[in-house]
């Protein structure tokens, strides 16, 4: 029953952190975007007018994806929560480079964040 609840995890870290690199890279990508529109509007020496719909959407998306981002850390959270409901504990799935709250938990010292400065799903970027 343990290999099969490790087995499970190590999926679920892989595939987590797959879901986070896909959604950096994406809000990479669309930031490129959101710097190359109105660079090339001022290289063609277009109006201010010219593309702005266009610029407004892509900024648009840019903060959709933090949105996303933002989504993907809170279950990344509450998936921490749910291995030590499961009887995981404290485990390192994947590379993992801790926040530096996370020597806080280590340390035994509370500072109000105990239950969410131990990221053990964590992996480097």
Excluded at 47 to 60: L, P, R, T, Y
């Amino acid at each position: 029953m343990l290999n099969e609840r490790l087995s499970a995890a190590k999926k679920i870290a892989s595939e987590l952190h797959e879901a986070e690199d896909a959604i950096d890279e994406t809000m990479i990508r669309i930031a490129q975007l959101a710097a190359t529109l109105p660079t090339a509007r001022r290289d063609i020496n277009m109006s201010a007018i010219v593309g702005q719909e266009a610029m407004a959407k892509v900024a648009n998306a840019l903060a959709a994806a933090g949105e996303v981002r933002q989504l993907l850390t809170d279950a990344h959270i509450a998936l921490t929560a749910t291995q030590k409901q499961v009887g995981l504990g404290t485990r390192m799935f994947g590379a993992g480079v801790k926040p530096p709250e996370a020597s806080l938990v280590e340390a035994g010292e509370d500072r109000g964040m105990a239950e969410i400065a131990h990221f053990p799903l964590a992996k480097a970027s």
